[in-house]
């Protein structure tokens, strides 16, 4: 989901990302910006402790929560850190840095 903010005078932002579909067996992870509320799978809340870690139903991957990945950024280095991490079927891994009113991927 791409937004404009009023921190980029009206240019898009990527404020969320929806992860799914039959290779997760029908499951779906949504990660936003802070703003943006809890992360979640399938619509439930999780991690919602910072750190934290899940293993999703059935074993098809983890996701953990931490400060833990090297920044696509440099200039958000001034910001605490939230990163979700997914590791997930077919050796896909997908980083999320959470800021408050975007994510960098």
């Known amino acids: 989901r791409y937004m404009g903010t009023k921190y980029t005078a009206g240019l898009a932002a990527t404020r969320k ?27 439930m809340p999780v991690l919602t402790t910072f750190p934290s870690k899940r293993t ?27 990163i979700v991490r997914m590791d997930l079927p077919e050796d896909m891994t997908i980083e999320v840095f959470r800021w408050k009113n975007y994510v960098d991927l």
Not at 32 to 41: C, K, N, Q, R
């Open 17 to 43: 990302i929806a992860v799914g579909g039959d290779w997760l067996h029908g499951h779906t992870i949504i990660v936003g910006a802070m703003e943006e509320g809890p992360i979640l799978v399938d619509g």
């Open 56 to 82: 999703l139903e059935g074993g098809l991957g983890t996701i953990t929560y931490s400060t833990e990945g090297e920044l696509v950024d440099q200039a958000a280095s001034e910001w605490e850190r939230r």
